[in-house]
């Protein structure tokens, strides 16, 4: 179902050079924070305890830290959490103290200073299975673009499959590069929902290839950039109701959801957005500039000899 329809096509590939610079541009800034400053892996990855404490009033993260330093609790990060009155505490793992003995430790040291002090949630996570997470998630990543790569090399071929890969990849980093840039956590619920923005993407290059295909079929006089252009413009209006209302459940989930979904939305925010350009105007670009034409995607079957003598 089509809500509107545009009539002209849109030259989007006129602006393919225009777009090349900007999405390296891009690009090379998230790989240069992801160097420089690095992600800030949470407690799944890199071990530890968080504890989600309530206070009856709007807490005094400055005097929560200090209180933390007497414990000789120096690498510990304290924000507020939902509200001033809730903070979140995430405490690095102590060698000679166990999890609940750090845990008990810091609980009894907040409740010193005021009585009415609430620990809510207490996780923990051990080094081990951290580090384990961590190269699970490099992994569960790695073969979901392999998967992804084999789909369409055997549902098109293989410069559709590296165009696409590289649209997807183009989408992850840059997710990636937000997160290392504000230091935003990262965590399972961050990689989940690079995963899917991984499936997100690759659909939405799908349905573009497929128009492609089908228009060379159709346009065999006009040139590859015009059959292009004819297939971005022809699938917009499912683009666009498609990306709408997904966002908008997204947006939800970032103003109701809570802490705890917070990141997990915002990966899925930039991840769509960036969705919708690279498919366009990464990965088009890209399986054009690879030799994409009539004569690799449309195989024309040659008449039978029986039909031939018939004639």
């Known amino acids: ?107 009894v040291a907040l409740k010193a200073g005021n009585r009415d002090v609430e620990i809510m949630r207490v996780e923990s996570v051990g ?13 569960a990543i790695l073969f979901v673009c392999l998967g992804i790569v084999l789909y369409l ?9 590296i165009a696409a890969i590289v649209a997807n990849l183009h989408d992850v980093i840059i997710i990636l590069g937000f997160f290392a840039f504000f230091q935003w956590e990262f965590n399972l619920t961050v990689l989940a929902a690079v995963l899917a923005v991984l499936g997100y993407s690759v659909n939405e290059s799908v349905v573009v290839f ?9 346009m065999r006089k006009a040139s590859v950039e015009d059959v292009i252009n ?32 917070n990141n997990f939305a915002l990966a899925l925010t930039i991840g769509i957005l960036f969705g919708i350009y690279s498919s366009i105007m990464v990965g088009c670009p890209l399986a054009m500039w ?9 195989i024309t079957k040659p008449e039978s000899k029986n039909n031939s003598e018939a004639l």
């Open 230 to 261: 004819n297939a971005i413009t022809r699938t917009m209006s499912r683009t666009i109701m498609t990306h709408l209302s997904t966002q908008t459940v997204v947006i939800s989930m970032l103003i109701f959801g809570g802490e705890i979904l």
């Open 153 to 161: 090399t055997m549902r098109f071929e293989w410069r559709f499959a």
């Open 127 to 139: 080094a081990q299975v951290g580090d384990e997470l961590y190269e699970d998630g490099a992994l």
């Open 290 to 298: 690879l030799g994409t034409s009539q004569t690799n995607l449309v």
């Open 1 to 107: 179902m089509e809500i509107f329809r545009v009539k002209k096509d849109i030259p989007f590939m006129k602006y393919r050079g225009i777009s090349a610079v900007i999405s390296t541009l891009i690009f090379v800034l998230a790989i240069a924070f992801l160097s420089i400053k690095g992600l800030n892996l949470g407690v799944d990855f890199t071990g530890g305890t968080i504890m989600e404490v309530s206070y009856p009033e709007a807490a005094n993260i400055e005097n929560i830290r200090e209180t933390l330093v007497t414990l000789d609790l120096t690498d510990t990060q304290v924000q507020n959490f939902g509200t001033a009155n809730d903070v979140l505490i995430r405490l690095p793992i102590i060698p000679d103290l166990s999890i609940a003995e750090l845990s008990e430790k810091v609980a």
């Open 210 to 218: 497929d128009r492609v295909r089908e228009n060379f079929r159709k």
